[in-house]
């Protein structure tokens, strides 16, 4: 199973206070049965430097990949939050998913999402770049049906979808093919991947359905060698 949204890298921002976090939320990991781990630590644009957060990641996933040396497989990515004219920051490409132009995009969380249309449309169509938005179930569902119908995709958090009276209004977006991946977001260590794996139950093939769409889209980055 993959987790393709997760906040993992020690210190890189409050998901894990430091390593000992990072390593017990990848063993939480193990024993659910996950072999690949997407970290995307949040990105600000509108307030973190840009080189500062790529040097502070970078560091983090070392620290984290020298310590690990169990079965999980740990992607780089980044959860990036959405701004107008995001699509004009030198080196964007490097919040996609490592090897990939797939990038997790987080929605402003009110309404204010005034203008990002045209942005998502720069990030497609000039940079050739996937966005993939982030926990679609946390929005109001019409404006997430606009941006499904500009051909954006989502993931889907494990929470809802371990609720009995909350996931079944999220099942059309599945079937669908609006949903593209699954997500623990992960923070700390006290939830783990309990919710996961009952969602997992849950949705059952349709589970196996979004697996294979998320392996898809990051296949370069599943057969290349670790970044480091
Ligand atoms: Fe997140």
New binding site residues.
Partial sequence: MLDF?A?ILPGADH?SDGLQTSLRQLKLAEQAGIDVVVA?P?FYPQTDKFQHFLRKREAAFRQLLEAYHGPVRILLGA?VHMCVGLDHLPGLERLCVQNTGVMLC?LPFRGSAFGLADTFTRLMDEQNITPVL??VDRYEPSAIDNYFSMGLFGQLNAEPLSHRFRRRRLLPWIDEGCIVAL?S?I?GTEIGYAQYLKAAEFLGPRFDTVETRVRGLLKDALQEKALF
């Fill in positions: 949204h906040h998901g995307t949040h959860e987080e982030a926990h997500g977001d923070h």
